[in-house]
């Protein structure tokens, strides 16, 4: 579908059109999917949410809905289902819901820690406006015989029908960082309960759909790849065939590249990233040397050793040749080579007056995608942070994708001096592809 029929359907299923109310309950599909701190001791491991922007847009679309007069009852999901089952970030949302609770000083927030698929209306008798109610992980809920109810989309959405659609008076969608996902919870069918989607869903489409418009001009923009997720290498593909991109890579995409081309990184390393995308960075290479002007790394932030005590600043050449090696983060010569000869030295030619007469641009439209990996000030952010506070000392318009990167900000107190932060997930797939997978995938909304 073209951005204009989303955006038709998006603004005829808006959540400020809902009008009727007989139970007051209100599904609301939310991603609060945040980073963990995962410590050690004695053997045991434990894990808590570390509060993230999500968290913050969760809060404030129960409080809309509570000043509405309704009763949200949140579906939401924790880390991912692998082949060998739930991965280690794939928690309980308990801790999701005693979060919020301390949040919402007004808002009594309870916690269902039952399987989802039982639940009738008996469940949800005795609350009023004033509470929300958290159910519990949609990516544990499992079909008897099946298998995840969120992956198996035609049985999902036949028992999600069944115990949802007599309970609620409307189902909303406010979950974009998901959208490029038809699962059961974000391309749900009922027979009666209206879909809609909620403010933050509406927000992050108008916001992303600026920028994949600039994508698509022939105006100059600029991407930082980074972090430690595989699976947008796929997405950077249709960006970097573009050539007004002006790319650079840190985090795992840039091993990935460094590695494509033929440079050891360390065993350890090496290791690491063997079946992560090596093949797929190949296909990027051979992108890039006809689209966008791209540019790697020179050098990394190191750890070495098993005990780890020893972290270095190390040039490609160098980190070969520790096979104990573990790299954190891009090093300090690289932060000066993206500022100095990269950055600002592109602001500094004509393609850069252009960049800044565009729309009264502050000054630079810049996409910063996948920063900090865990969502808090740690050792994986040794040289991401300082980097992070030199470009904002230059005054440019950056804009934030990610999750994780979007923590990561919130986290290091930069929070409110960047221009944009989106939550993630769809952002770049929508960049990339401009589909949005839980509308094209559910006939609800086929005769809009």
């Not at 950077?236 to 033929?262: C, D, H, S, T, Y």
């Not at 791209?294 to 190191?302: A, E």
């Not at 070495?304 to 040749?321: E, F």
């Not at 221009?419 to 559910?442: E, F, P, R, T």
Request: aromatic share 10%; proline share 4%; glycine share 8%.
């Amino acid at each position: 579908m073209s951005k204009e029929v989303y955006q038709k359907i998006i603004e005829e299923h808006s959540f400020e059109n809902m009008k009727k109310k007989s139970s007051g309950l209100v599904g609301v599909r939310v991603d609060i999917n945040s980073p963990l701190s995962i410590e050690k001791f004695e053997g045991k491991t434990y894990k808590r949410v570390v509060k993230s922007p999500r968290l913050d847009v969760c809060a404030e679309t129960i409080i809309r809905l509570t000043r509405m007069g309704n009763i949200p009852i949140i579906f939401a999901h924790q880390g991912r289902w692998t082949k060998e089952g739930p991965d280690e970030s794939c928690i309980s949302m308990k801790s999701h819901a005693d979060l919020l609770d301390g949040m919402l000083h007004n808002i009594n927030v309870h916690f269902l820690d039952d399987p989802i698929l039982t639940h009738s209306e008996y469940d949800f008798l005795g609350f009023s406006p004033g509470d929300a109610v958290v159910l519990e992980n949609t990516r544990m809920e499992m079909i008897p015989d099946v298998g995840p109810m969120e992956s198996h989309l035609k049985e999902g959405r036949k028992i999600f029908n069944k115990v949802f659609d007599p309970i609620l008076d409307y189902y909303i969608i406010d979950a974009f960082p998901t959208s490029h996902r038809s699962n059961t919870t974000m391309a749900p069918v009922f027979d009666n309960t209206p879909i809609k989607f909620g403010p933050e869903f509406m927000k992050e489409f108008n916001e992303i759909t600026k920028i994949r418009k600039r994508l698509l001009s022939a105006q100059p923009i600029m991407f930082g790849f980074g972090g430690a997720k595989f699976d947008k290498l796929e997405n950077m593909k249709k960006i970097l065939e573009r050539k007004n991109v002006i790319a650079f890579f840190g985090g795992i995409p840039a091993q990935l590249l460094l590695r494509a081309k033929g440079y050891s990184l360390g065993e350890k390393n090496n290791e690491f990233l063997e079946n992560k995308g090596v093949d797929v960075a190949k296909e990027l290479l051979e992108i890039m040397e006809k689209g966008a002007d791209c540019y790697l790394p020179i050098d990394f932030t190191v750890k070495i050793g098993d005990a780890g005590r020893t972290i270095r600043t190390l040039s490609i050449a160098d980190v070969a040749k520790y096979d104990d090696g573990y790299i954190l983060d891009i090093g300090d010569h690289t932060v000066n080579y993206f500022i100095n000869d990269i950055i600002l030295s592109i602001l500094s030619t004509p393609k850069g007056h252009i960049i800044n007469q565009i729309n009264g641009v502050k000054e630079f439209e810049w996409l910063f995608i996948q920063g900090g990996p865990f969502g808090k000030v740690d050792e994986y952010g040794l040289n991401t942070l300082p980097f992070m506070a030199r470009l904002l000392k230059k005054d440019l318009n950056i804009t934030i994708l990610g999750g994780d990167s979007a923590a990561y900000m919130r986290t290091s107190g930069f929070g409110d001096a960047i221009n944009l932060i989106l939550s993630g997930g769809a952002a770049l797939s929508y960049l990339a592809y401009g589909k949005i997978k839980c509308i094209d995938d559910n006939p609800t909304f086929k005769k809009s």
